[in-house]
């Protein structure tokens, strides 16, 4: 049942950032110059070596960014009530639920505390892999 949810949950974070995501790339892809392409098709480059060679060193910044920030990301799931809170429950609508209807304070400031230094270590941890891999890094 848990990697049932877990499926679910993935595909669904996956479809609501399609829209935002597409945006961001796609501009990403009209500023890679276009003469890389004229040039790799003249030395016979196919579309997955154009696609290789010049099309993702070209918006790698990019993909590094949004690796970033999503590392960084945490959304409350939609559809969240007594009846789901057993599947649907996260950090996040824990701390929500302890805080402001059981009035649990002292509890869901140590778990709010918990979740924050636990996602500023992951975004301070993805950005300096990134530097050190690409070069390129947000701070």
Same mark, same amino acid.
């Given at each position: 049942?848990? %990697?049932?949810?877990?499926?679910?949950? !993935?595909?669904w974070?996956?479809?609501q950032?399609? +829209?935002y +995501?597409?945006?961001i790339?796609?501009? =990403?892809?009209?500023?890679? $110059?276009q003469e890389? *392409? !004229?040039? =790799?098709?003249?030395?016979? =480059?196919n579309?997955?070596?154009?696609?290789?060679?010049?099309? &993702? /060193?070209g918006i @790698?910044?990019?993909? &590094? %960014? %949004?690796?970033?920030?999503?590392? +960084?990301?945490?959304?409350?799931?939609?559809?969240?009530? /007594?009846?789901n *809170? !057993?599947? @649907? $429950?996260? &950090?996040?609508?824990y701390v *929500?639920?302890?805080?402001m209807? #059981?009035a649990?304070?002292g509890?869901?400031?140590?778990?709010?505390?918990?979740?924050?230094?636990?996602?500023?270590v992951?975004l301070?941890?993805?950005?300096? &892999?990134? #530097?050190?891999?690409?070069?390129?890094?947000?701070?």
């Open positions: 049942m848990n %990697m049932i949810k877990q499926t679910t949950t !993935e595909v974070h996956g479809w950032g399609l +829209g +995501g597409s945006i790339y796609l501009s =990403a892809l009209s500023s890679v $110059d890389l *392409y !004229e040039a =790799a098709r003249v030395d016979g =480059a579309r997955w070596q154009q696609l290789l060679h010049v099309t &993702i /060193p @790698s910044t990019m993909i &590094i %960014m %949004m690796l970033i920030m999503r590392m +960084g990301a945490d959304k409350i799931l939609l559809l969240y009530g /007594p009846a *809170y !057993e599947f @649907s $429950d996260v &950090i996040n609508t *929500y639920r302890m805080g209807t #059981k649990d304070y509890l869901s400031t140590a778990v709010g505390l918990f979740n924050s230094v636990i996602g500023t992951l301070i941890t993805t950005n300096q &892999i990134t #530097k050190k891999l690409s070069g390129t890094a947000m701070f």
